[in-house]
């Protein structure tokens, strides 16, 4: 379902701002500039619409498959070994992801026991609402709705261990040998004491 995209093929323009928070450590084969998308609360489905049908006017179909993905393949999403895939360990000093992940969560409570198949489940009831933001466990849903890896680029800003995000995303099964790049971003600042993302973007080659 996923595509090759590029700046120029699909008429896309650059976000100068978000393209500010590329970090120097993503290795490509191109140049990736951030393409300029919409803000409308659907960031990353509407990233996932630019990829699978070179624009991101079609968020609510791409809502409705990671939802659709996320409740079929639950214990899927929540085994280590799965997340582990396409991982590099060095990037961060636990390799115990699931629960990373369940901490990341808007229902994780802190200094509350947790369990993470619960919040899970609670986070993915939550997608139901139009317009709530996704994570982590979205993207890995949309990388196999897509049937392609996904890079999902972390700005070097804030805590360290955060960029357990910056890593390789494998889908459950794999049509296509291209790699989407989705970078995690803010719409308020560059700053690493301000640092807060509740934004996505596509990075794109302009060719």
């Not at 991101?56 to 996320?70: P, Q, V």
């Not at 360990?89 to 990341?104: C, D, I, Q, R």
């Not at 291209?178 to 700053?191: D, E, G, Q």
């Amino acid at each position: 379902m996923g595509q090759r995209r590029s700046l120029s093929s699909d008429k896309l323009m650059v976000d100068t701002f978000a393209s500010g928070f590329t970090p120097k450590d993503l290795i490509t084969s191109q140049t990736m500039f951030a393409a300029k998308v919409r803000m409308d609360g659907d960031c990353l489905p509407g990233r996932g619409s630019v990829f699978a049908f070179g624009k991101d006017d079609r968020s609510d179909l791409l809502r409705l498959l990671i939802i659709h993905e996320l409740a079929l393949h639950a214990d899927f999403y929540t085994k280590e070994e799965n997340l582990m895939k396409g991982y590099q360990k060095e990037t961060s000093g636990s390799n115990e992801l699931v629960h990373a992940y369940a901490m990341y969560s808007d229902k994780f409570i802190p200094g509350v026991k947790f369990n993470v198949r619960k919040i899970f489940e609670e986070e993915t009831l939550g997608l139901l609402k139009p317009k709530s933001f996704m994570g982590i466990w979205q993207i890995f849903a949309l990388s196999s709705v897509l049937r392609m890896q996904i890079t999902s680029v972390y700005p070097q800003l804030g805590d360290p261990l955060v960029r357990r995000l910056h890593r390789m995303i494998m889908p459950r099964v794999k049509s296509t040998s291209h790699i989407a790049f989705i970078m995690w971003t803010s719409t308020r600042s560059k700053s690493p004491y301000n640092w807060l993302p509740n934004h996505f973007v596509p990075l794109l080659p302009f060719r």
